[in-house]
């Protein structure tokens, strides 16, 4: 799984691709003194991309005709195009952003449906890069987006994202055909989102998506998906179609993957990590 939201599939014994990976032509023009970009990029046949890939000006955000105006608007003043393209002094606009697309929280796999399990969020990221002006002793180049400071934002003011929702989703991907069985929105959103001016009266799905939590799945043998929403709930989702079947309040947002344990007894509990710093509890769940 990676953050640019592909899925590379090898044979566990020989390392061999089981789907073919074809080096294929990106965009290798450069406004950056002395950059000369690889002009292709490895891409598997299969599975197809698991989220959003590339920033065009028809991937404006149309919730409503004046914020897909005012999307438009901002999205102009970067640097466009599919993903790869070169980080620019103008500011490239890239997609996933640098929180990817898959992150720390991997995927799971349940080995009955030969199904992986992957949340990704659909976010903008800025890739601006500005000459060296030497305040950084370690970083040697002429160019880096170390000093790449300020500039337009990849977002409407109140943080109203430049691209549609959802803005977070989780993917089942079948590993045995190369192919994506579902995906579904994950968690409800930012609530200043949903409270934004220009949202004012605009009927809203229930799921958004929350892209800030980067904890993984986790499958069960009873055949549900459980996996934190960056919402502050703990989701469970039917593993063959990505039905919400139950969500349970935590404290915190929960960024971690969620596990499971069975005691003596018989009796069988989920627990998860949730909150950073001085802010955390660990919850457990019993089934």
């Known amino acids: 799984m990676t953050k640019r ?6 044979d566990r014994v020989t390392g061999k691709p089981v789907w073919p990976i074809l080096e294929r032509t990106v965009p ?3 406004d950056v003194p002395g950059e000369k970009p690889y002009p292709t990029q490895p891409f598997p046949t299969k599975p ?7 920033v065009l000006l028809e991937n404006a955000n149309n919730l409503t005709p004046e914020i897909k105006r005012l999307a438009e608007e901002q999205l102009r003043k970067f640097r466009l195009g599919p993903m790869f393209t070169p980080p620019s002094l103008k500011g490239t606009l890239q997609r996933p952003s640098q929180n990817g697309g898959a992150n720390w929280g991997g995927a799971a796999f349940d080995p009955e449906t030969g199904y992986l399990f ?3 969020a659909n976010q903008i990221g800025v890739n601006r890069l500005a000459k060296n002006d030497g305040s950084d002793a370690f970083v040697p180049v002429d160019y880096s987006n170390v000093f790449a400071r300020g500039g337009d934002s990849a977002a409407l003011p109140g943080g109203l994202p430049l691209v549609s929702p959802p803005w977070a989703v989780l993917t089942a991907i079948d590993l045995n055909k190369g192919e994506i069985v ?3 929105p ?5 609530p200043a989102i949903r409270n934004h001016p220009l949202l004012k009266g605009v009927v809203l799905p229930e799921r958004l998506g929350s892209p800030n939590s980067r904890g993984g799945a986790m499958v069960s043998k009873g055949g549900l998906v459980f996996i934190g929403g960056g919402d502050g709930y703990l989701y469970a989702l039917e593993k063959r179609n990505g039905r919400e079947v139950w969500r349970g309040k935590i404290p915190y947002e929960n ?3 969620p596990m499971t344990y069975r005691t003596r007894s018989g009796k069988q509990f989920i627990v998860v990590a949730t909150g950073t710093g001085a802010d955390n509890a660990l919850v457990a769940f019993g089934l």
């Open 255 to 257: 960024t971690a993957n």
């Open 28 to 30: 290798a023009d450069s």
């Open 118 to 120: 992957v949340r990704a």
């Open 182 to 184: 579902w995906k579904v």
């Open 186 to 190: 994950l968690g409800e959103g930012n």
């Open 48 to 54: 197809p991309a698991f989220v959003d890939q590339g």
């Open 5 to 10: 939201g592909d899925t590379f599939v090898f």
